[in-house]
């Protein structure tokens, strides 16, 4: 941590990410009623990242996805999101969690309420890591200068 870093926050008033996604379109606009507030990059956290993300109602977490080599983890603070799988569909409430090893079930959390929805989502950095997205023509890679975005065939967007 260096000098300059807060010991510790109130979570809900740190700075919300100035771009709401780096999707390009058509998928940025389907993230336009997410806000995530990076608490892990608040304090210097290298290998992993947490955000506190907000859903307004219509909200989606991300596109459907799965990430090769990063796990990632989301705990549910307020309101009742629907967790979206390749396996199926789980209503969520708060203090309940979940967990996404690298490779596993392809995932996102939407909001079909008609309120907020506040959860906690904690990812390791892994570098080289993939996205895949089962549902929509768009593939991703980390690089170090950040996310590279594709369709599914390898066309630039």
């Not at 740190?14 to 990076?38: G, V």
């Not at 390749?86 to 690298?102: I, K, N, Q, S």
């Not at 079909?112 to 023509?137: H, I, K, M, Q, S």
Request: some cysteine; charged content about 25%.
């Amino acid at each position: 941590m260096s000098d300059t870093a807060p010991i510790a926050i109130v979570a809900a008033e740190a700075a919300p990410r100035t771009k709401p996604s780096n999707y390009p379109e058509p998928f940025f606009s389907r993230m336009l009623k997410r806000e995530k507030r990076p608490l892990g990059d608040v304090f210097g956290l290298k290998t992993f990242g947490v955000n506190l993300t907000r859903l307004a109602p219509g909200g989606e977490s991300a596109l459907l996805h799965r990430h090769s080599r990063q796990d990632e983890f989301v705990y549910i603070l307020e309101g009742t999101p629907t967790l979206v799988t390749d396996r199926g569909e789980v209503r969520l409430a708060p203090g309940m969690c979940a967990g996404f090893p690298a490779a596993g079930l392809a995932h996102q959390l939407v909001n079909r309420t008609n309120a907020d929805v506040v959860f906690l989502e904690v990812g390791d950095r892994a570098p080289n890591d993939e996205g895949t997205y089962p549902a929509d023509d768009i593939a991703a890679k980390l690089t170090p200068e950040g996310w590279v975005f594709t369709h599914k065939d390898g066309r630039a967007y």
